[in-house]
């Protein structure tokens, strides 16, 4: 018997997918992400580029779409949430980015995690 497929209206409204690094081929999705949002300040391409390069830029996707970011960065010995950006009225999403990026601070010897994220 095969399982049942989540069809992504699903996943929207549950909040599920994958959290992982992004990479250079999710730009486009961020920077969608930012416009949906009607983000007031959007990182630049050289920004984001960055943060990927460097390996500090989570994102949560739904294998379609990009329905959260966070950047983490790790300084003066711990470990920062820098930028927060997640699509709205998705239950608990905010929360799981957060705890994600918190147990990434915490394996890389960073943790407990700051928010200085506004």
Known sequence: MAAAA??????RRSG???????????????ARLFARIHAPQR????????WIESGT???????????AV?????????GQLALL????????????????ADALCVALGRGPMEIVAG
């Open 70 to 78: 966070a950047l983490v960065e790790t300084r003066e010995g711990h």
């Open 57 to 67: 830029l989570l994102i949560l996707d739904d294998e379609l779409t990009v329905r």
């Open 6 to 11: 989540i069809i992504p209206s699903e996943l």
């Open 16 to 30: 599920t997918g994958r959290v992982r690094h992004a990479h250079h081929f999710d730009l486009p999705e961020v």
């Open 43 to 50: 990182p630049s391409r050289v920004d984001l580029i960055s």
């Open 85 to 100: 950006v997640v699509e709205p009225g998705i239950p608990g999403l905010e929360e799981r980015m957060v705890a994600v």
